[in-house]
């Protein structure tokens, strides 16, 4: 697992660039919005591009050639949900040092309140991010670049889909979504904190035993 995260970090180091051009987005980003917008940004960008070096496995079947070394398919598949996680965390101290630069151009008091919102920006960035690489990473494995696009379409276009019924018909859920409502108001700021985490744990987790099934199974020509 150690070469592979290597080879991982040796792709994203010759990708510089980018990652710079995305630090002055994020920078711009706080400067121009308010509350954690840019920090939530920084987070969501940095941690979803390390997912990009699956892309550059699969080129010109490197799946064949990466497999014929001493790394075993399930190593494969952890070690790219630990580069996630690492990235995840760079993208949360970038995002961070971005916003609170920006805070402190801007002038205008705001400081305080950057600090105030800040840990309800990083828990669900982390929350969001985890949920999204959950879904990204089996259906990067099992399908190429151009049927994954179509498969994110679907998935994100069926959760869209739910979430729109789930409005509409809030109305007539009554006591159930009055209950549901009650009960996450009577969590302190902690508890709910710590209920998002371990959400996106477990989701990573369930996708971790997903992607490792998938890659057990699927042949590379």
Known sequence: ????????????????????????????MSMSMKDNAGVVYMVMIISMFSLSTIGYDEFDNGFRFLFTLPASRKAYVREKYLFYIIFLFVG??????????????????????????LGESVVGSIMIGSVYAGMLIPIRIKYDAEK?????????????????????????????VVKIME????????????????????VLLISELIAEKIIAKKEYN
């Open 92 to 117: 949360l101290v970038a995002g961070c040092g971005v916003g609170f630069l920006a805070e402190m151009f801007k002038d205008t008091g705001s400081v305080q309140n950057y600090f105030d919102t």
């Open 1 to 28: 697992m150690k070469g592979l995260l290597v080879k991982d970090f040796i792709l994203v180091k010759n990708q510089c660039k980018t990652l710079l051009a995305f630090l002055v987005l994020g920078f711009l």
């Open 183 to 202: 009960t996450i108001n009577g969590l302190s700021d902690i508890q709910i904190a710590s209920a998002m985490i371990a959400f996106a744990v477990i």
């Open 148 to 176: 994954a696009k179509l498969v994110n379409f679907g998935v994100f276009g069926g959760i869209a889909a739910i979430a729109y019924l789930i409005f509409r018909l809030k109305d007539n859920a009554g006591e159930v």
